[in-house]
């Protein structure tokens, strides 16, 4: 669509990019390489697991018939005929009258059905002294007792977790099909941006935004292509956005507003391709493009420090973990309590950065200093954004408000026993 002079909502803007949205393909990976990623496929097991019944302590594999009446004043006496290291199998079978020593994971032998501890027990040369009696099944760990075969033990669609990754190798797969990682090429575009280790001269900045933008890439998932700095030409950007379309996402920083020097709109428009918006009623980040270069999925992103980083907060993460299969692709949102006072424009959705914390029995949320665009302290600082929405225009202190978490600091502490 037109969206030259159509300024749209967050909601709109996230419907519209997300409707564009296709998961890509699946590529097989070693497991040690899968955590985090979301299973292309169904894993049956092959095998019981685990495979026989075994010991789950050290002590003495018995027949729990015989040891009924046992107790520390009258203990009963029993023949220790083997002893059974883990990894080996047992050579006898145990008898009425009889017990085998037995290591935790040991197999259990033919003839035994319980195990009783090494500490309830006494041994005297090749015998052992029963002190306390123990029920059939007592401290075994049956056949298929943690995964049958033929069992379904991962659905595809999981995001794997270390348990996945130690059920994968309990298995025998070190190899598992999983979503593709999206390569993510970032452009930073304007002539007062310098490299990094250069002293900037007057009137120059060095280049953060493709750090900041490659670290967020990162952290969910996606695979980062830094293209460097892109110039104030059309020619220039025309040719750094033909590079760029040979990743899945392009992301561009700076460029799509409406200075003399912004251009990323027009070598857009140039190379013949979609712009659906790039105006988005949120503060920081108005100026927000989204289209395609060749068919590439291209987020037109602002220049400011802060502003990009909501903007890949609220508009580019969701994109790139549907991507990757994952279904859910939104931060945590809940009610917190502001710590001050605040005024703000109407018309604009804002997300300012603040620090959430448990005080007691609710959820505080404080401003983290200055809120400018340009202020990138207040990212670094902030766990979350207070989030208020385009009709309001003041919060007072202790007022409930909206708060979308960046990270999982306030999911640690809420548990029971914690904080």
């Known amino acids: ?57 050290d002590g003495y594999a018995v027949r729990s018939s015989d040891t009924k009446g046992a107790n520390s004043r009258n203990p009963l006496e029993l023949k220790v005929i083997e002893t059974i290291a883990a990894g080996s199998l047992p050579r006898k079978t145990v008898n009425k009258g009889q017990a085998a020593r037995i290591m935790t994971g040991a197999m259990i032998p033919k003839g035994a059905d319980a195990v009783v501890l090494r500490e309830e027990a006494e041994e005297k040369d090749k015998t052992v002294m029963i002190k306390t009696p123990v029920l059939q099944g007592v401290e075994v760990r049956f056949a298929g007792e943690d995964v049958k075969k033929g069992e379904l033990v991962i659905q595809k669609g999981s995001v794997l977790r270390p348990g996945h990754i130690g059920m994968l190798a ?49 952290e969910c998932g996606g695979v980062p292509i830094l293209l460097g700095i892109g110039r104030d030409s059309r020619s220039d950007l025309a040719e750094k956005f033909q590079v760029a379309g040979r990743a899945d996402v392009v992301l561009s920083s700076g460029g799509v507003s409406v200075g003399d020097y912004d251009f990323v709109k027009d070598v857009m428009a140039d190379l013949g391709n979609a ?26 992103l602002p220049g400011n420090p802060v502003a990009v980083m909501v903007s890949f907060e609220q508009l580019v993460r969701p ?101």
């Open 275 to 300: 712009m659906h918006f790039w105006k988005v009623a949120m503060r920081p980040g108005k100026p927000m493009a989204f289209g395609s270069v060749n068919g590439v999925p291209l987020f037109g």
């Open 170 to 218: 309990a298995l025998g797969k070190a190899f598992v099909t999983v979503y593709q990682k999206p390569r993510v090429a970032i452009l930073c575009t304007g002539d007062e941006l310098v490299e990094l280790e250069t002293d900037p001269p007057p009137g120059k900045i060095v280049n953060s935004n493709s750090y900041s933008l490659a670290a967020q890439v990162r």
């Open 319 to 419: 994109y790139l973990l549907k991507m990757q299969g994952h279904t859910q692709i939104f931060r945590q949102i809940f009610k917190a309590v502001s710590a001050q006072s605040i005024r703000k424009e109407t018309g604009f959705k804002h997300f300012m950065r603040g620090v959430v914390k448990k005080e007691k029995d609710r959820y505080v949320v404080y401003l983290t200093g200055e809120q400018g665009s340009g202020i990138l302290k207040s990212m670094v600082e902030a766990n979350a954004f207070m989030v208020l929405d385009e009709n309001v225009s003041s919060v007072k202190k202790g007022d409930e408000v909206v708060v979308q978490m960046l990270d999982e600091t306030i999911l640690r502490t809420d548990l029971p026993g914690f904080g």
């Open 1 to 57: 669509m037109d969206g030259e002079n159509i300024m749209i909502s967050v909601e709109k803007a996230l419907e519209t990019i997300l409707a564009d949205c296709r998961p890509l393909g699946f590529e097989k990976v070693n497991i040690l390489e899968a955590s985090g990623r979301v299973m292309g496929e169904d894993v049956i097991a092959q095998r019981d697991i685990p495979p026989a019944p075994n010991s789950a302590k």
